[in-house]
Every structure is written in C-alpha cells, then in structure tokens.
C-alpha cells in the first residue's frame, strides 16, 4: 500500500516535471527562431557599393603670357587617341578638374587649330594617383614655355584654409603677395610656385605688388577650402585670380548622423525563458500544495 | 536511521488553510508565467524593409546647372529642393547646421531632408551634404531607400534661381558612427560633389539610435 503511494507521488512529481519541460521544450524553439530572424534583418542590411575611389583629378592651364592661345589634348597613355581636348586655351584660362580613372597620362599642346596629328610644341607625363589632384600649367615665357605638373593638396588642418600663389606675372618678374598682414610669397620670381600656406579663415585683402605695379582684391578665405592665388598680367596692370582648388565644410560635425527613430528597425523577441521558469515554479509549488491538501485530509480521516 | 517512511509519519500535522495556500500560490505563478510567456512571445518584430515600387517621381526638368570652374566660385544660388526618382524622394531642403554637442543637426520632421549650410551649395565646387531620417518612432522616413540607391542613378538639387545641379552616384557606404569619416564626407572635394546621409544598420533600442550611418556619395554630370 504505502510503496504504491511513494510510486505513486514520485510519479505525479514526474509528470509535472515532464510538463514544464515540455513547456520550455515548445516554446524555446520558437523564441530562438524569432531573435535568429531579427538578428539576419540587421545583417543584411550592412551592403557597401564598390567605392569610386581609384580616380584622381587633372586640370589644365595656360599661365604663360607671351604663348600665343593652345590646344591642350590629355591622353591616356597608350591611347592615340586624345581623352580630352581643350581648344582655343589662352593666357590666364585653367579649366575644371576632369576626374580620370588612375593611371599615366600624356598632357600635349599644340598651337591653336593645329591638327591632331601633328607634333605637340610641348608634352608631359602625369601620373595620376587614387584620390590626388593636378594641375598640369604652360608655365615661363614663350621662349623657356614648360609644362609643370603641380600637386594640389585636397586636406586641410582642421578649421583653417591653404593658399598657395603662381607668379604668371611677365611685366612684374618679382611679386610679394599678402592677405592681411600675413606675407603668403615674398618676392615670388616669374613662373614660380609657393607651396600651400595654412591661413586663418576670413576675408582677406589680398594684394601683389611688383616693382611698379599692384592689384589688390577681398578674397574670402573659407576653413575646410584651399585656393591657389594665381598672379596675371591684365594688359597694362596685374590682376589676382582666385582659384578654388577644392572647398570642404567649414565647421566639421563631429561622429555621425542621428537621422532615425528606429521605427522600421527590427525588434527582438524579449526572453521567455523566466517565464517558463516561472511556469515551471508554480506547477512545482501547486503539486506541493495538492500533496498537502491530500495528506491533511488524510490525518482527518485517521482522527475522525 | 529513520526509514522515508518513519520519518512520514512524524512530519504531523499538516493544516488544511496552509495546504490551500501553498496550492493558490502555485497556481498564481502558473497563471503570471503564462501571461508572460503570451506577451513576451509577441513582443518581436521583424525590420520593415523597403518592399515594392517606390512612389512615382518623375525626372524634373529645368535649366542645368553648369559645371563649376575654378574661378568663378561662389556664385551658386542656395539649393531649395531634393528630388531623387530612383528612390520616390521629392521634398523641400531645410537649412541644418551643428547642435550644441558639435554634432550634425538633422531636420525637425522626418518627411523632409537638409542642407548642411556649412558645406558647400550642391553644384558650387566641393563636397555639399544633405541629411534627412530613414524613419520616425512609426515608420518609414524620406530617406528610407536611400540604402537602395545604386551607382549611375541621379539625383537632382532644385536651386532658388529655378537651376538643377544633376549629380550622378559614385558608390554607398555604410560606416559605424563610432568609426565615422568625417574627412572623407566632410572635407574638400575638387569638383562639385553630393553627399546623402541617413541611419542605417542595427538599432540600438537601449539609446534610441542606429549604430551606422548609410552615406551616398554623387558627383554633378557634365
């Protein structure tokens, strides 16, 4: 009799035991599956084009005042045939930066309305690295005409500006360039090239003064910009021309972008574990409770 | 030592309330467990990803934006507008500019994108920034298929003297904030250059922000 009952007990204990594990054992799976899902939502969204990045910029110039006007043909080396063609370029004129997959390249002049086939008055070779920019200028006087190939900087130290000067100057053969008081080319000499000064941002009055001539401009010198000042002959006097060689923001944000409130973002199931566990306690504790409820029932009966 | 058994039988007496409560208690705890397993099993929620065709935007015409030269700078007319086909955007430009903490300010309403105004204008030479939000707290926002938009597509930035800059796209990537470069988006750029920002990759519900920004970078057509 007794031996049953303990069987009996054990067996119950079991069952509810078997209960709560089934419990767990149903719904595990399913909240399992649900974190998995959300979790491959987020990951698929991680996709990054194929970067832009293997090309550079090259921009073309005629800075040589005596060189009657030029075609400028660029070609990539390799090719005969000219990638671009400027035609008609004169005195003073540098054109828009061309982006230009990286590689070497052939810059050649030839007189205006020259034909294509004929020999360049003038060649040179760049070779054009990912993310940089040229400036490929006909550079000295008529006589002496080269083709220089400048570097141009595309990064500024934080909150300030660059600027660099081309001394295109024949009249004048010695320039001293200031803006404000800072001195950016001192007796800069006929066809030369400063490197970039850093400037402290705003709007500057830019003068060049030669032996006997100078112009002077108000020239706004943004952070995050870099120009190059370049010194011309206008006939008669000197002229300031103010190239932009690149412009970035003037006041940098710091980290990212806060542009969501994650209302189409995955959510995630929230566990069900504590309470299946709790699930599980309380069918523990209710058998507990029956067992007692049985046995004081029981001590009634033997007392009755 | 006491059988299982003897010891049973001095284990005396059992009070019949105190059986009951144990019982109700447990059943109490089943019931609660319950309700929360029903609760907890619909909490999650899957990502809404863009499904469909977007909403029909046709190409704007207008008079095109000229290619920016090097000495001619600053005399491009302040952008207005942002429409973008590819994708169905076709809304206003706010003017953004940083918050107190020094980060990106990002427009009021989630239907409309920005013009950071310390960049430069869309067209004029450099690397201009428009934002806007891939949502709101309920859903979709006006730059939630900017993760869609794929190299060649156009974008167009009407600008207040009527002109369109056409920008074509270069490449998409996705950055950690953490990890965010701030050079790369928002230093000098030698030709005229868009870049579109928006949240993207996993949602942090703990500080109610996306962990990356998804950034299209667009270069204006000659």
């Keep these: 009799m007794r031996p049953t009952r303990k069987i009996a007990r054990q067996a119950r204990l079991a069952s509810v035991l078997a209960l709560a594990l089934g419990l767990i054992g149903f719904a595990g799976p399913a909240a ?23 090309v550079g910029w090259l921009r073309l110039a005629h800075l040589s005042p005596n060189t009657p006007a030029v075609d400028v043909y660029l070609y990539s080396f390799g090719d005969p045939s000219a990638m671009i063609v400027l035609k ?92 404000g008081s800072t001195v950016i ?91 299946l566990v709790t699930v599980a306690a309380g069918l523990l504790v209710s058998a507990a409770g029956i067992a007692r409820l049985r046995r004081s029932r029981r001590a009634a009966l033997h007392a009755r | 030592m006491t059988s299982p058994v003897g010891r049973h039988r001095h284990l005396r007496p059992v009070s019949r309330p105190g059986a009951v409560a144990v019982l109700l208690c447990g059943l109490l705890a089943v019931g609660a467990g319950a309700c929360g397993v029903a ?5 999650g929620r899957p990502a809404v990803r863009p499904a469909g065709q977007p909403k029909f935007v046709p190409v704007p015409r207008g008079k095109r934006a000229p ?52 960049s430069p204008r869309p067209g004029a030479i450099g690397s201009a920034v428009i934002a806007g939000h891939i949502d709101s707290f309920l859903g979709p926002g006006v730059f939630f298929r900017l993760r869609l938009m794929k190299p060649g597509e156009r974008v167009y930035v009407r600008r207040a003297d009527g002109s369109l800059a056409i920008f074509r796209v270069t490449a998409k990537h996705m950055y950690l904030k953490s990890r965010f470069p701030t050079a790369d988006v928002y230093g000098p750029a030698p030709t005229a250059q868009l870049r579109l920002i928006t949240c993207g990759g996993t949602f942090d519900s703990a500080t109610g922000h996306y962990l990356s920004n998804v950034v299209v970078f667009a270069t204006l057509t000659r």
Excluded at chain 1, 33 to 44: I, K, V
């Design chain 1, 88 to 179: 008609h370029v004169t005195y003073g004129t540098v054109s828009a930066y061309q982006a230009v997959p990286v590689g070497d390249y052939t810059v050649a002049m030839r007189g205006a309305g020259a034909p294509a086939s004929s020999k360049p008055v003038l060649s040179s070779t760049v070779d054009v690295a990912a993310g940089k920019a040229y400036t490929v200028a006909g550079l000295g006087p008529a006589s002496g005409l080269r083709l220089q190939v400048l570097k141009d900087r595309l990064t500024t130290p934080r909150g300030k500006a660059l600027v660099r000067v081309i001394q295109a100057s024949l009249q004048q053969h010695r320039v001293t360039v200031t803006a």
């Design chain 1, 185 to 275: 080319a001192r007796n800069l000499a006929f066809s030369s090239v400063t490197s970039y000064q850093t400037v402290t941002p705003g709007t500057w009055n830019v003068h060049a003064d030669g032996q006997t001539s100078s112009a002077s401009d108000r020239i706004q010198l943004a952070a995050g910009t870099i120009h190059t000042l370049v010194i011309l002959d206008d006939p008669g006097h000197l002229a300031i021309d103010n190239l932009v060689d690149a412009a970035g923001s003037r006041v940098l944000p710091d980290g990212g972008a806060a542009t969501g409130f994650g209302g189409t973002a995955g959510v995630p199931a929230s566990s069900l574990v504590p309470w």
């Design chain 1, 32 to 54: 399992f599956a649900s974190a998995a899902g959300s979790a491959s939502a987020a990951g698929s969204a991680s996709v990054t084009a194929p970067a832009a990045s293997r």
């Design chain 2, 39 to 43: 609760i907890a099993s619909q909490s």
């Design chain 2, 67 to 118: 290619v920016p030269q090097p000495a001619d700078s600053g005399n491009v007319a302040r952008p207005t507008r942002l429409i973008i086909p590819s994708i169905g955007v076709k809304t206003r430009l706010v003017r953004l500019g940083v918050t107190s903490s020094g980060a990106l300010q990002v427009p009021d309403a989630v239907v409309v994108a920005g013009w950071y105004t310390f």
